[in-house]
């Protein structure tokens, strides 16, 4: 496709723009640049802390769903532990310390809905902040183990303050923070994605507002409304508009103690 220029404009089918001109500003004042405002805050980190990672198991055994009552037992004995290994984060069956230990295991007991628990300590390993090269994956930014334990850690603080997640999607949302939209069934949460991210530049702490659009009816009352709907339909018909309407779609599931469970509909 040609193009002619006239007047240094591009003309024909596709018109291009030129290239635009510097300002110059009036009265001989010089032009200052400015700092724009981002969503992702470097962070810097200090090298001589030490994280030391512990493995945590139980007699009798819990269920690998057993996230709540797990909680709840560390929670029993956190006295003891932070005497132990100083301050503290939970996250599946590993517990991250901040205070060297004395010992290589060590075993507390503690209780609950009438049953004993023996939980055993066991230090796996030791890191520092931001140092060493291990599992980086040719990333200039945080080793894998600090990269982990920052992302474990914010979510701790954001669980201190009555937020809960949704999902492992980085979203969290204060149950408290919310609009309900006059005369419908829906509800609109308020909340942040946030998470530390590796950049080639370095450690990167990434914070942006985010929100969920919630319906406040449930299935079976979903269910019933449809069957009131077609009340002089066929059951059978009733039937798979039900599925249709329904199978795929995702609900609103139990929530623990860090996150609000999304699960799918697969059958009805």
Same mark, same amino acid.
């Given at each position: 496709?040609?193009?002619?220029? &006239?007047?240094?404009? &591009?003309?024909?089918?596709? &018109?291009?723009? $030129?290239?635009?001109?510097?300002?110059?500003?009036?009265?001989?004042?010089?032009?200052?640049?400015?700092?724009?405002?981002?969503?992702?805050?470097?962070?810097? %980190?200090? @090298?001589?802390?030490?994280?030391?990672?512990?493995?945590?198991?139980?007699?009798?055994?819990?269920? *690998?769903?057993?996230?709540?009552?797990?909680?709840?037992?560390?929670?029993?004995?956190?006295?003891? %532990?932070?005497?132990?290994?100083?301050?503290?984060?939970?996250?599946?069956?590993?517990?991250?310390?901040?205070? !060297?230990?004395?010992?290589? =295991?060590? *075993?507390?007991?503690?209780?609950?809905?009438?049953?004993?628990?023996?939980?055993?300590?066991?230090? *796996?390993?030791?890191?520092?902040?931001?140092?060493? &090269?291990?599992?980086?994956?040719?990333?200039?930014?945080?080793?894998?183990?600090?990269? !982990?334990?920052?992302?474990?850690?914010? !979510?701790?603080?954001?669980?201190?303050?009555?937020?809960?997640?949704?999902?492992? $999607? $980085?979203?969290?949302?204060?149950?408290?923070? @919310?609009?309900?939209?006059?005369?419908?069934?829906?509800?609109?949460? !308020?909340?942040?994605?946030? *998470?530390?991210?590796?950049?080639?530049?370095?450690?990167?702490? =990434?914070?942006?507002?985010?929100? =969920?659009?919630?319906?406040?009816?449930?299935?079976?009352?979903?269910?019933?409304?449809?069957? %009131?709907?077609?009340?002089?339909?066929?059951?059978?018909?009733?039937?798979?508009?039900?599925?249709?309407? %329904?199978?795929?779609?995702?609900?609103?599931?139990?929530?623990?103690?860090?996150?609000?469970?999304?699960?799918?509909?697969?059958?009805?």
């Amino acid at each position: 496709m040609e193009l002619e220029r &006239a007047n240094g404009q &591009a003309r024909g089918a596709i &018109a291009l723009p $030129s290239r635009p001109q510097p300002i110059h500003s009036s009265g001989g004042r010089r032009w200052q640049p400015i700092r724009l405002v981002s969503n992702h805050f470097q962070v810097s %980190l200090d @090298k001589g802390v030490h994280i030391f990672t512990f493995y945590l198991s139980f007699e009798p055994l819990l269920e *690998s769903d057993s996230r709540n009552l797990r909680q709840i037992l560390v929670e029993n004995v956190r006295a003891e %532990l932070s005497a132990d290994i100083g301050f503290f984060i939970l996250t599946g069956n590993t517990i991250y310390g901040t205070q !060297k230990p004395t010992f290589e =295991k060590s *075993s507390y007991r503690t209780q609950c809905e009438g049953t004993t628990y023996m939980m055993t300590l066991s230090l *796996s390993r030791e890191f520092t902040l931001g140092g060493g &090269a291990e599992g980086n994956d040719g990333r200039t930014g945080a080793p894998n183990s600090t990269f !982990k334990f920052l992302n474990v850690l914010i !979510k701790s603080y954001l669980r201190q303050l009555n937020y809960f997640e949704f999902g492992s $999607s $980085s979203r969290y949302f204060n149950r408290r923070e @919310k609009e309900i939209i006059q005369d419908t069934n829906i509800v609109a949460l !308020k909340g942040f994605v946030t *998470s530390f991210m590796n950049y080639r530049d370095g450690l990167f702490l =990434k914070i942006d507002i985010a929100s =969920k659009i919630l319906r406040t009816d449930t299935v079976l009352s979903q269910i019933r409304g449809m069957e %009131l709907d077609h009340s002089n339909g066929r059951r059978e018909d009733v039937e798979r508009l039900i599925r249709e309407s %329904l199978v795929g779609t995702t609900v609103l599931g139990p929530v623990s103690y860090t996150h609000l469970t999304l699960p799918t509909i697969y059958s009805v």
